[in-house]
Structure formats: C-alpha cells, structure tokens
C-alpha cells in the first residue's frame, strides 16, 4: 500500500524514505518517496486537536507505513517531520509552534518516534524542509542563494544561503510571515501589525473576503452561490476575476504587501531567486515580479521570481533531509 | 606622522595597517592601526567631487602614509578601502556607489593603488566593514549572528552569519536602509517609498527639520538660533528635547521606522544581537529596544540591541580585513 515494489537486485529503487508533515489544521500527511524524489504513495489523516492524539497518530501512521513498506520488499531510511513552529533540528524538538497548530510546545518528536521505528528521526519547519525540496527537487538545484515564499492559510518559508539553510541563533529564521511592511497595518495573529501574513495569507484574505460578504458586496453577477460553504478567500479571487473592484483593490493590497517583504528579504540577504509556493502562490506571481522591477534597488532586480512546480514542497523536503543524512549521495 | 614609532625587537608593535575609509561626501580618511585595534593616526581630507580628483587623492594619501610608516621604523601590511556602494570584494572592484557619492561607478581600486604601493589591497562596503570591526574589536566579539544598523547621513550596515560577512548573491546583502516599512510612505533617492532611510537617516531627518522649520514650527523657546548654520537633524532633536511636539513626534516616527525594519531582518535572519552605530545610534537605541518587545514574535526577542562603542567602525573594520588576511592570527 505504500512501499514501491522493487528488485531486490535493483537498490536504488529499494530504498523508500518517510517523510511526515503537519499542515497547520488541516491535516496529517506522510509518504513515501523514491530516491528520484517521485511521491510513491501519500496519506492524509485530519489533524488531531490534542497533543495526545495527533502523537498517538502520527505513531500509528508510522508503523502503518514501515510495516507496508516491509511487505513489499522495500527499506525506510528514516522519518522526518515537517511541523508549522520553531524547530531545534539537531535535538528533534519542537520548540513552539504557531497559533494555528493546538497543543504543541515543547514537545521531543525524535524520541518517541525512533523509539518506536528503531529509526533516525529528523525534525525541521515546514517552511525549512520547502526550500530543502526546492534545493533537491525543485527550482533551487544548483542555486546557492535563495528564498522560498509559502502563502497557505499563514506565510512561511526558507532560506538557503551558501547551499545550506539559515536557522539563525535560536532556530526562528525565515519568519517571513512576519515581516512587516506598514508601521501600523491590519492587525496580526502574532500580536503586532502589518505583518504581510496579515495582508496575503489565505486567513488575511478570508477576512477580508467576510468583510466585503458582511456589507453585501462580495456576490457579484455570475458567481456561483453555495450558501452552506464558508466565505474564504476562494470567494474574494473569483470576485475580482469577475469585475468586484473592491475585491480586485484588496487583492492587489495583498499582492503588493507580499511583494515589498519579498524584496525587504532580497535587501537583507540579496538572493538570486525568489520561489513562490503554496495555495495562492500562482495567484500573487504577477505582482509581485512587477514589484521586484519597481521597488528593489538595481543590484537586487535580478532576482528570478518562478512559481513552485512541486507537489507538497514541505513533505518532500521532509524526506529529502532523511535521504540526504542516510545515504550521502547526489543524486 | 601616521605611524607608531616601534621598538624593532618587539614585532607585536611594528605592524602597522593602512585603513581609508570614503564617507559619503564628508571626507576621505586613512588611518594607521596597530595590531591590537587602537587607532594610532587618523588623517582626514574633503571627498573630491569627481573621479580623477579622488582617486589621485586617495593614491597621494597612501604614499603620504607608507612614506610616513617607513620612516617610523613601521610596516604597512596592507591597504584596504571601505566605501559607500556595492563591491565585489573578491576583485577589488567598486560596481556601483549610492547616490551620495558622484562618478563612482565601475571602479577598479585594487589595480591603481596595488600598483602605486606594491602592497595587497582590499575593497569592501562601508557597512560591511563596520560589521567586521565590532566582530573583531566590539561587541560582537564571540558572536555568531548579528546585525550592525549604521544610521548616518544614509543607513547602512552589515550581517555577520556564522561568524562570517554575509555578501549575498551580487554583492548587495545588508542593503538594510532600504528595508521598506511601509506600502506608500516618504520617497526614497533610491527610487521606492517608505525605506527606513526615508524615514530615519540624517538626510531624512534634515528634510522634516526644513519642513517645520519653513512653516516656521521648527524653533522653540530656548534653542539658539544661528542663522548661518543649514538647518539639519541637530535642530530637529534640539527642538523635540525642549519640548516642541512635532519634532517630537517626527523623530518618535523615524525611530519607530527603523526598529521595524530591524524586526524585519531580525525575522529574516534570526540574530542574537543588534548594534546600533553612526551619530543617531544613541539617539534611536530605546525606541528600538522598546519596539523589539513589542513587536518582533517572543522567539526573537532575546535578540540584543546595543549601541556601538567604536569610534570609526568602518575604517576599524576595513583595517581589520588587512590584519586578518596578512596576518591569519587570532588577536
């Protein structure tokens, strides 16, 4: 079910590789990976909202996954986590997470993982593990300086300076969520303001889509009504593609907060590429190369800005630490 | 003149180090550096408005001292030139200057003043160089990660990660005074809005000092006035401590301006200190510090902010490079 059947004479396609990633509050997903970085088998579970039951789970999912793999003649490296928060990679302990994941401080991921796999254990944030996955699979092989940008429901991402990722003093690099680009602005889950999270999330964007509903101003002619479906920001794109100016204004507010961090991050550590990830990511592309040729200083312009062609970056990020630790290979 | 008579049987005192440091348009100084940090010499000229005009000064500067050190029984190790501008440090080469400084493009300083002296001869940013001397003589002696915040006439600075300069892709890391704080905000020579030397440098600061003081809301009771002096930031901060609200609240601004910029790189790059340097460092240190703890997540607060003790840090520092490279001893 979720190994890839393999010859045993063949071992490089023997060899399958765990990776595990939790997704703010939607959900619990891990998955098997070939060496060629090709996603074997992926599954999601939805995301418990106790520390007891989402470490009972991810257990559980583990030795689903190594027992499957075993039937079908494959070997797993090792596991490694992706999780939303503060990571201290080299002990395999999440330090604190975001507001969007209940029930996780402080918490050894490692220990009770490889005490029950007998495996090596690796931990990182999912932003990290996305650039990891842009270094290995995606835009970012073979380039040393670069950024990855992550608009889901929250902002996120990674950094890769010299080819290795920065975690900075105390493991909360890449808080690029949290970059603020007005001295007041909307008010942010962190507690301050003006944060491009505040202005670009998917959150952001839901909250502003509720507003414009809130003042009847949202529906416009042609857009599909589901009354039972929540407002999200699904709504306030499809407005604007449809002619809402309003939502076409906050839109482009969003797009260009987005786009002024990016190029404060550009004029922090001045990288050669700019890789957009997540949901909105395709969505917010335009502006925000339109910003970068307007607003950064000429030595910063030459940044690339692309669009993410992976699938689940943070997972198979995840799993590319756990390739690159155990078999110390280029591939 | 600029070189320290040594005693011939102690080496530790016969090295001698050449530093030149262009400081925007102020000046162009030089100075002799014994091998334990202190500044033995440090001569100053006016920076010649043209190329031809500096780089002849600049040469005639350095014969003066290798002239000078030689006499006094001193060796010169090296020279090195700390600039406004973005250099490729590798080629000795100036690729293009801020604003500041005129006809200073594409400029091999390495060739001429290598050539004139027959000595090594490095080039690196002035803010770059300023973060190498508080590593090597300041307050980031021993740390890893961090950040120095120049606030002169522009707003520059320098990011040491992993106890080594962070360069960037093209050369142009650290460009930290065009951090954006805002989507709209005050326009910046650098062609954007809402920089943080928009809002905070000296030349910020001397454009809001005119503004009040051409609606005749600049002067307050008490301040002497000097007629013949150009209105400039002094006035401003001269007025807002007796008490003129304005000015007060301009200057709260601009702190509150450059603080967020420096939550941003702090959640950029996660640094365990900040040091402030240039004339306004003292001036904005509580309202950074203050901002900090408001404003950038709990996980970066720990970051330290601390005003620069170093007199000249970018010369300081561009004499460091010399020490470092010819040397390759631990001081």
Chains 1, 2 share one sequence.
């Not at 000429?298 to 078999?327: F, H, I, K, R």
Request: charge should be negative; include cysteine; charged fraction near 20%.
């Amino acid at each position: 079910m979720f190994g890839i059947k393999a010859d045993p004479n063949n071992f490089d396609l023997e060899v399958v590789v765990l990776g595990s990633h939790l997704i703010d509050d939607y959900g619990l997903l891990y998955f098997l990976l070939s060496l060629q970085g090709e996603i074997v088998k992926k599954y999601s579970q939805s995301n418990p909202k106790t520390y007891e039951e989402r470490i009972d789970l991810i257990l559980k999912m583990c030795v689903e996954a190594a027992t499957e793999a075993v039937q079908f003649n494959c070997r797993i490296l090792g596991v490694d986590i992706s999780t939303g928060g503060r990571v201290n990679p080299h002990e395999g302990v999440l330090l604190h997470s975001t507001k969007l994941i209940q029930e996780w401080n402080f918490i050894d991921l490692r220990t009770p993982i490889s005490d029950a796999l007998h495996l090596p254990v690796w931990v990182d944030n999912d932003g990290n593990c996305a650039a990891l996955a842009e270094k290995k699979f995606g835009q970012g092989k073979g380039v040393e300086n670069f950024v990855t940008v992550i608009t889901d429901t929250g902002i996120g991402g990674g950094i890769i300076h010299h080819n290795e990722l920065v975690h900075g003093s105390t493991f909360c690099a890449a808080e690029l969520g949290h970059i603020m680009v007005s001295l007041d602005g909307p008010e942010c889950l962190c507690g301050s303001r003006g944060c491009i999270e505040a202005y670009a999330s998917g959150m952001a964007l839901q909250r502003e889509a509720k507003k414009l509903h809130d003042e009847d101003m949202l529906l416009v002619e042609g857009m599909p009504v589901n009354n039972e479906e929540p407002v999200s920001s699904v709504h306030l794109i499809q407005a604007a593609k449809l002619g809402n100016s309003k939502a076409d204004n906050t839109l482009t507010t969003a797009g260009v907060a987005l786009a002024v961090g990016i190029v404060n991050i550009l004029h922090t550590v001045n990288l050669s590429l700019v890789i957009l990830s997540g949901v909105l990511a395709t969505h917010y592309e335009n502006t925000v190369k339109h910003v970068v040729s307007q607003r950064a200083l000429t030595s910063a312009q030459g940044a690339n800005v692309v669009t993410s062609e992976l699938e689940e970056p943070a997972l198979l990020g995840a799993a590319s630490m756990v390739l690159d630790y155990t078999a110390r290979r280029i591939y």
